[in-house]
Each structure stands twice: as structure tokens, then as C-alpha cells.
């Protein structure tokens, strides 16, 4: 298995902020790396694949960065509706795997 | 627009087994790969497997013992069972809809997630 490591694991900011969040792999995984926004009872969302490819119909507030083993999901100005929990998951092999999650809360 | 639903029982006896299924509408299953997801309480994502409509599977290790992923393309859905449950199974289940892109894969469709809780 590849092992994700997100940090930090939770997060407090306010609306306007610009935040960062990492995401390492435990060994190279070129871009084949992807963010979702999961909120309770939603629907998860894929934001960010390839790294940095922006979905169809994401803010482009949000954006992604890295290659090799660290990566860096941005958000340059918070509104409401993105506190949520963030996962970064890898796709370069078989076995798909997630970071434990990095939980945005309103300051 | 494809849309997943899951549907199955919210509570689960120990050592029996969890089935669930995901109702894919809005297009045809017959095309992509479809994936289970879980998400026990208070903790991370955890990808369980994935059937393609061909009934190709591919299952995580650490479950591969206990899982089985089936597809009904008549009914456009795609089905899981986990036999041998335990209180570890506890979580959010969800299915989502897996696809190739330029570099591997990604979950671009999600449904909203079942709750099940195993408990006597």
C-alpha cells in the first residue's frame, strides 16, 4: 500500500482566508493524485484530479499543486459553504488510498 | 447527470452479512467502474473495491477475504456483500462511480452514503 499523510490533520480559519493544506505519499506517485470535499450527508466531491485539473463546476478558488510525493490543495479565500473535510487519495496503483482527512473548521 | 443512491439495511447482527446496493441513474453502468467506499465513524475514507460491468473485480486486501462486489447491468446496479461482520464494520458506506483520466483514476460520482451499524 501506499501510505498518505495529510497535514494538519484539523484546521481552524475564517471566512476570506487563504489556506493550505499538504498531502505526502510514502513513495513517488508522479500527479496520479486526487482532493475530494466530503460533508455530512452529502455527496463527497472530486475537486482537484491529476494534482492540480480543476473539476467541471469547482470554484476556481481551489487549486492544486505537487508532483512526486508532496502536494498542496489551496483554497485562496474561504467562503461558508468549503468547511468541511478534505481528503487527498492516490490512484498510482491498484489499490487506491486516502489521506486520514484534514477537517476545516470556522474560526 | 449519473446519480447514486445506495439502499440496504442500517443494522447489521455480528458475523452475519452486509449487503448493499447502489442504484445508478441519470446513465448506463455498462461503462466505467463502479466502487464501494466506507467511512467508519470519526475516521478517514477507505476504498473496499470495485467491479467493472464486465464483472471484473478487484478488492482490497485487507477485506478481500470477506467481499464481494456484483453488477446487474438489467437493473443498472452494482451490489455488495460483507460477510462476517464485526463492530469494525461500523461506518458510512458509499458507492461511487470510478474513471480513467490522464493520470489514473479518480471517484468523479459519489452517492450520499448509508449508515450501518453492526450491533446485536
Known amino acids: 500500500d501506499i501510505q498518505m499523510t495529510q497535514s494538519p490533520s484539523s484546521l481552524s480559519a475564517s471566512v476570506g482566508d487563504r489556506v493550505t493544506i499538504t498531502c505526502r505519499a510514502g513513495r513517488t506517485i508522479t500527479i496520479y493524485l486526487n482532493w475530494y470535499q466530503v460533508k455530512p450527508g452529502e455527496a463527497p466531491q472530486l475537486l482537484i484530479s491529476a494534482a492540480s485539473s480543476l473539476q467541471n463546476g469547482v470554484p476556481s478558488r481551489f487549486s492544486g499543486s505537487g508532483s512526486g510525493t508532496d502536494f498542496t490543495l489551496t483554497i485562496s479565500s474561504l467562503q461558508p459553504e468549503d468547511f468541511a473535510t478534505y481528503y487527498c487519495q492516490q490512484s498510482y496503483t491498484t489499490l487506491p488510498t486516502f489521506g486520514q482527512g484534514t477537517r476545516l473548521e470556522i474560526k | 447527470q449519473v446519480q447514486l443512491q445506495e439502499s440496504g439495511p442500517g443494522l447489521v447482527k455480528p458475523s452475519e452479512t452486509l449487503f448493499l446496493t447502489c442504484s445508478v441513474s441519470?446513465?448506463?453502468?455498462?461503462?466505467?467502474?463502479w466502487s464501494w467506499i466506507r467511512q467508519p465513524p470519526g475516521k478517514g475514507l477507505e476504498w473496499i473495491g470495485y467491479?467493472?460491468?464486465?464483472?471484473?473485480?478487484n478488492y482490497s486486501p485487507s477485506l478481500k477475504s470477506r467481499v464481494a462486489i456484483s453488477v446487474d447491468t438489467s437493473k443498472n446496479q452494482f451490489s455488495l456483500n460483507l460477510s462476517s461482520v464485526t463492530a469494525a464494520d461500523t461506518a458510512v458506506y458509499y458507492c461511487?462511480?470510478?474513471?480513467?483520466?490522464?493520470?489514473?483514476?479518480?471517484?468523479?460520482?459519489w452517492g450520499q452514503g448509508t449508515m450501518v451499524t453492526v450491533s446485536s
Open positions: 441519470g446513465g448506463s453502468i455498462s461503462s466505467n467502474y
Open positions: 467491479i467493472y460491468h464486465s464483472g471484473s473485480t
Open positions: 461511487a462511480r470510478m474513471s480513467i483520466v490522464r493520470a489514473g483514476t479518480n471517484f468523479d460520482m
